[in-house]
Protein backbone atom coordinates (compact mmCIF):
# COMPACT_ATOMS: atom_id res chain seq x y z
CA UNK A 1 0.00 0.00 0.00
CA UNK A 2 1.66 3.73 -0.95
CA UNK A 3 0.25 6.45 1.08
CA UNK A 4 -0.23 10.04 -0.61
CA UNK A 5 0.90 12.21 2.70
CA UNK A 6 1.06 14.85 1.29
CA UNK A 7 -2.94 16.29 2.05
CA UNK A 8 -2.24 14.57 5.78
CA UNK A 9 1.19 16.87 6.04
CA UNK A 10 -0.79 19.77 5.21
CA UNK A 11 -3.37 19.03 7.50
CA UNK A 12 -1.25 18.27 10.38
CA UNK A 13 0.91 20.89 10.05
CA UNK A 14 0.76 22.92 13.14
CA UNK A 15 1.11 19.83 14.97
CA UNK A 16 4.20 18.97 13.23
CA UNK A 17 5.82 22.42 13.43
CA UNK A 18 5.00 22.86 17.23
CA UNK A 19 5.84 19.74 17.56
CA UNK A 20 3.41 18.44 20.67
CA UNK A 21 1.02 16.13 19.58
CA UNK A 22 -2.58 16.63 21.05
CA UNK A 23 -4.21 13.98 23.08
CA UNK A 24 -6.64 13.27 21.12
CA UNK A 25 -7.35 14.02 17.36
CA UNK A 26 -10.94 13.92 15.13
CA UNK A 27 -10.60 13.39 11.51
CA UNK A 28 -13.82 14.64 9.79
CA UNK A 29 -15.45 14.82 6.26
CA UNK A 30 -12.86 14.17 2.98
CA UNK A 31 -13.85 10.29 2.10
CA UNK A 32 -12.77 7.02 3.43
CA UNK A 33 -9.50 6.78 1.53
CA UNK A 34 -8.48 10.49 2.59
CA UNK A 35 -9.06 9.84 6.56
CA UNK A 36 -7.43 6.02 5.95
CA UNK A 37 -4.59 8.37 5.27
CA UNK A 38 -4.49 11.03 7.73
CA UNK A 39 -5.29 7.89 10.21
CA UNK A 40 -2.05 6.50 8.45
CA UNK A 41 -0.30 9.51 8.76
CA UNK A 42 -0.32 10.58 12.49
CA UNK A 43 -0.19 7.41 13.80
CA UNK A 44 3.02 6.66 11.95
CA UNK A 45 4.50 9.96 13.20
CA UNK A 46 3.43 8.89 16.99
CA UNK A 47 4.84 5.94 16.83
CA UNK A 48 8.08 6.71 14.43
CA UNK A 49 11.46 6.52 16.12
CA UNK A 50 13.35 8.26 13.65
CA UNK A 51 13.95 12.34 13.34
CA UNK A 52 11.16 13.08 10.72
CA UNK A 53 8.19 11.39 11.68
CA UNK A 54 6.65 9.52 9.49
CA UNK A 55 10.76 8.39 8.40
CA UNK A 56 9.20 5.35 6.89
CA UNK A 57 11.92 3.08 7.97
CA UNK A 58 12.35 2.81 11.51
CA UNK A 59 11.29 -0.42 13.39
CA UNK A 60 8.31 1.26 14.42
CA UNK A 61 7.02 2.97 11.21
CA UNK A 62 7.50 -0.81 9.33
CA UNK A 63 5.59 -2.66 11.48
CA UNK A 64 2.91 0.26 11.58
CA UNK A 65 3.02 -0.27 7.67
CA UNK A 66 1.95 -3.80 8.11
CA UNK A 67 -0.43 -3.43 10.56
CA UNK A 68 1.49 -5.30 13.45
CA UNK A 69 2.44 -2.45 15.95
CA UNK A 70 1.70 -3.32 19.17
CA UNK A 71 1.21 0.32 19.99
CA UNK A 72 -1.61 1.06 17.21
CA UNK A 73 -4.73 -0.46 18.81
CA UNK A 74 -8.31 -0.31 16.83
CA UNK A 75 -11.23 -1.56 19.21
CA UNK A 76 -13.49 -4.38 17.91
CA UNK A 77 -16.91 -3.54 16.63
CA UNK A 78 -19.64 -5.89 18.19
CA UNK A 79 -22.91 -6.75 17.00
CA UNK A 80 -24.90 -7.22 13.67
CA UNK A 81 -24.71 -3.40 13.93
CA UNK A 82 -20.92 -2.75 13.96
CA UNK A 83 -20.39 -0.44 16.86
CA UNK A 84 -18.25 0.06 19.51
CA UNK A 85 -19.60 -0.93 22.46
CA UNK A 86 -19.38 0.34 26.29
CA UNK A 87 -17.31 -3.00 26.85
CA UNK A 88 -15.03 -1.98 24.38
CA UNK A 89 -14.09 1.63 25.30
CA UNK A 90 -13.53 0.32 29.15
CA UNK A 91 -11.40 -2.45 27.76
CA UNK A 92 -10.17 0.55 26.07
CA UNK A 93 -9.27 2.99 28.92
CA UNK A 94 -7.90 -0.14 31.28
CA UNK A 95 -5.68 -0.47 28.19
CA UNK A 96 -4.57 2.99 27.74
CA UNK A 97 -3.33 3.17 31.29
CA UNK A 98 -0.73 0.63 30.77
CA UNK A 99 2.55 1.83 29.11
CA UNK A 100 3.44 1.23 25.48
CA UNK A 101 5.32 -1.43 24.83
CA UNK A 102 7.84 -0.79 21.37
CA UNK A 103 7.45 3.43 20.88
CA UNK A 104 6.74 6.14 23.08
CA UNK A 105 3.17 6.45 22.41
CA UNK A 106 0.20 4.57 22.08
CA UNK A 107 -2.29 5.20 19.62
CA UNK A 108 -5.77 4.37 20.02
CA UNK A 109 -8.01 4.28 16.67
CA UNK A 110 -11.68 4.71 16.45
CA UNK A 111 -13.06 4.75 13.02
CA UNK A 112 -16.28 6.55 12.07
CA UNK A 113 -17.10 7.57 15.37
CA UNK A 114 -20.19 9.11 14.01
CA UNK A 115 -22.05 5.73 12.95
CA UNK A 116 -20.29 3.49 15.43
CA UNK A 117 -20.04 4.67 18.54
CA UNK A 118 -23.96 5.14 19.87
CA UNK A 119 -23.91 7.96 22.66
CA UNK A 120 -23.88 5.86 26.00
CA UNK A 121 -20.45 4.83 24.31
CA UNK A 122 -19.03 8.72 23.77
CA UNK A 123 -20.25 8.97 27.39
CA UNK A 124 -18.00 6.10 28.39
CA UNK A 125 -15.06 7.56 26.12
CA UNK A 126 -15.76 10.85 27.66
CA UNK A 127 -13.62 9.82 31.34
CA UNK A 128 -10.57 8.86 29.59
CA UNK A 129 -10.53 12.68 27.82
CA UNK A 130 -11.05 14.25 30.95
CA UNK A 131 -8.03 13.12 32.27
CA UNK A 132 -5.66 11.77 29.23
CA UNK A 133 -3.14 9.25 30.07
CA UNK A 134 0.33 10.02 29.19
CA UNK A 135 2.20 8.97 26.17
CA UNK A 136 -1.49 8.31 24.75
CA UNK A 137 -3.18 9.70 21.59
CA UNK A 138 -6.69 8.59 20.35
CA UNK A 139 -7.41 9.32 16.89
CA UNK A 140 -11.17 9.45 16.38
CA UNK A 141 -12.92 9.62 12.31
CA UNK A 142 -15.79 10.71 10.91
CA UNK A 143 -18.11 11.60 8.59
CA UNK A 144 -20.20 14.14 9.57
CA UNK A 145 -18.48 15.51 13.23
CA UNK A 146 -22.10 17.25 14.12
CA UNK A 147 -23.23 13.82 14.64
CA UNK A 148 -21.45 13.64 17.86
CA UNK A 149 -21.45 14.62 20.72
CA UNK A 150 -20.71 18.31 22.37
CA UNK A 151 -18.91 17.57 24.93
CA UNK A 152 -16.51 15.05 22.94
CA UNK A 153 -15.88 18.05 20.61
CA UNK A 154 -14.53 20.39 22.96
CA UNK A 155 -12.20 17.57 24.41
CA UNK A 156 -10.52 16.44 20.78
CA UNK A 157 -8.63 18.47 18.40
CA UNK A 158 -10.65 18.64 15.36
CA UNK A 159 -9.37 18.54 11.65
CA UNK A 160 -11.64 18.95 8.95
CA UNK A 161 -10.98 17.29 5.57
CA UNK A 162 -13.90 19.25 3.98
CA UNK A 163 -13.17 21.22 0.77
CA UNK A 164 -13.21 25.10 1.19
CA UNK A 165 -15.31 25.57 -1.24
CA UNK A 166 -18.50 23.44 -0.41
CA UNK A 167 -19.97 26.40 1.88
CA UNK A 168 -23.05 24.59 3.08
CA UNK A 169 -26.59 26.77 3.68
CA UNK A 170 -26.30 27.03 6.92
CA UNK A 171 -22.89 28.13 7.66
CA UNK A 172 -23.54 31.04 5.08
CA UNK A 173 -26.90 31.91 6.91
CA UNK A 174 -24.59 32.09 10.58
CA UNK A 175 -22.23 33.86 8.80
CA UNK A 176 -24.69 36.58 7.37
CA UNK A 177 -26.25 36.99 10.47
CA UNK A 178 -22.72 37.86 11.91
CA UNK A 179 -22.24 40.11 9.41
CA UNK A 180 -25.69 41.58 10.30
CA UNK A 181 -25.18 42.07 13.54
CA UNK A 182 -21.70 43.77 13.21
CA UNK A 183 -23.11 46.35 10.07
CA UNK A 184 -26.30 47.67 12.17
CA UNK A 185 -24.09 47.70 14.91
CA UNK A 186 -26.71 45.86 17.16
CA UNK A 187 -25.19 44.34 19.78
CA UNK A 188 -28.49 41.90 20.41
CA UNK A 189 -28.47 40.13 16.92
CA UNK A 190 -24.29 39.48 17.24
CA UNK A 191 -24.89 38.15 20.74
CA UNK A 192 -27.50 35.92 19.33
CA UNK A 193 -25.77 34.82 16.49
CA UNK A 194 -22.51 34.18 18.38
CA UNK A 195 -24.54 32.01 20.16
CA UNK A 196 -24.92 29.32 18.05
CA UNK A 197 -21.25 28.75 17.32
CA UNK A 198 -21.15 26.42 20.21
CA UNK A 199 -19.63 23.97 18.10
CA UNK A 200 -15.98 23.72 17.10
CA UNK A 201 -15.98 22.45 13.31
CA UNK A 202 -19.16 25.10 13.22
CA UNK A 203 -17.60 28.17 14.24
CA UNK A 204 -14.44 27.53 12.43
CA UNK A 205 -16.54 27.48 9.35
CA UNK A 206 -18.86 29.85 9.82
CA UNK A 207 -15.78 32.68 10.88
CA UNK A 208 -13.80 31.44 7.91
CA UNK A 209 -17.40 32.51 5.57
CA UNK A 210 -17.46 36.05 8.41
CA UNK A 211 -13.84 36.45 6.55
CA UNK A 212 -14.38 36.28 2.91
CA UNK A 213 -17.48 38.55 3.18
CA UNK A 214 -15.37 40.92 5.18
CA UNK A 215 -12.70 40.31 2.29
CA UNK A 216 -15.06 41.05 0.02
CA UNK A 217 -16.60 44.08 1.79
CA UNK A 218 -12.41 45.15 1.62
CA UNK A 219 -12.45 44.83 -2.09
CA UNK A 220 -15.20 46.87 -2.72
CA UNK A 221 -14.27 49.90 -0.22
CA UNK A 222 -10.81 49.92 -2.94
CA UNK A 223 -12.69 50.18 -6.07
CA UNK A 224 -14.16 46.92 -6.97
CA UNK A 225 -17.76 46.38 -7.56
CA UNK A 226 -19.98 43.36 -8.13
CA UNK A 227 -20.61 41.50 -4.77
CA UNK A 228 -22.82 40.57 -2.18
CA UNK A 229 -25.25 42.42 -0.64
CA UNK A 230 -23.34 41.78 2.68
CA UNK A 231 -20.12 42.73 1.35
CA UNK A 232 -21.51 45.76 0.03
CA UNK A 233 -22.71 47.06 3.59
CA UNK A 234 -19.42 46.00 5.26
CA UNK A 235 -17.83 48.75 2.53
CA UNK A 236 -20.40 51.18 3.50
CA UNK A 237 -20.48 51.13 7.15
CA UNK A 238 -17.34 50.38 8.20
CA UNK A 239 -13.10 52.00 7.16
CA UNK A 240 -11.24 50.43 5.74
CA UNK A 241 -8.77 49.87 8.78
CA UNK A 242 -11.84 48.29 10.63
CA UNK A 243 -12.63 46.09 8.45
CA UNK A 244 -8.74 44.69 7.99
CA UNK A 245 -8.65 44.49 11.75
CA UNK A 246 -11.92 42.39 11.87
CA UNK A 247 -10.42 40.11 8.92
CA UNK A 248 -7.41 39.84 11.21
CA UNK A 249 -9.52 38.95 14.40
CA UNK A 250 -10.98 36.48 12.72
CA UNK A 251 -7.81 34.75 11.77
CA UNK A 252 -6.85 35.06 14.96
CA UNK A 253 -10.31 33.59 16.45
CA UNK A 254 -10.11 30.40 14.18
CA UNK A 255 -6.55 30.00 15.85
CA UNK A 256 -7.96 30.05 19.12
CA UNK A 257 -10.48 27.54 18.12
CA UNK A 258 -7.96 24.99 17.88
CA UNK A 259 -6.62 24.81 20.82
CA UNK A 260 -8.48 23.22 23.58
CA UNK A 261 -10.74 26.51 24.55
CA UNK A 262 -13.88 26.35 25.96
CA UNK A 263 -16.40 27.17 23.33
CA UNK A 264 -19.01 29.67 24.95
CA UNK A 265 -15.88 31.54 26.21
CA UNK A 266 -14.37 31.92 22.86
CA UNK A 267 -17.57 32.78 21.17
CA UNK A 268 -18.62 35.59 23.64
CA UNK A 269 -14.94 37.11 23.45
CA UNK A 270 -15.11 36.91 19.90
CA UNK A 271 -18.73 38.60 19.75
CA UNK A 272 -17.16 41.59 22.15
CA UNK A 273 -14.16 42.04 19.93
CA UNK A 274 -16.18 42.27 16.94
CA UNK A 275 -18.70 44.96 18.68
CA UNK A 276 -15.31 46.73 19.91
CA UNK A 277 -13.59 47.14 16.46
CA UNK A 278 -16.66 48.04 14.42
CA UNK A 279 -18.09 50.55 17.07
CA UNK A 280 -15.11 52.76 18.97
CA UNK A 281 -14.66 55.87 18.07
ZN1 LIG B 1 9.86 5.99 11.57
Same mark, same amino acid.
Given at each position: ????????? #? *?????????????????????? #????? =???????? =?????????????????????????????? &?????????????????????? /???????? &???????????????????????? !?????????? *??????? @????????????????? !??????????????????????? #??? *?????? @???????? &????????????????????? @????? !????? =????????? /??? /? #??????????????????????????????????
Amino acid at each position: MVNDFSKAK #E *LFSNILSSNRMPHAVLIEGGSK #EERQN =AVDFLSKS =AVCSGTTPPCGVCKNCVKAQKNSHPDIYTP &KLSGKTNIISVEAVRELIKDSS /IIPNDADT &KVFILYDTDKCMPEISQNAFLKVL !EEPPQKTLFI *LTAENSK @KMLSTILSRVQVFSLKN !EDDTNEEIDELARDIINGIVSLS #EDK *LLFATA @KLNNRVIF &KDVIKRVSEYLRQGLSISVGN @KNSSK !EAQAI =AKKLTKSRI /ISL /I #ELSSKAIIRADRNVNMTLLSTWLCGEYRRISWQR
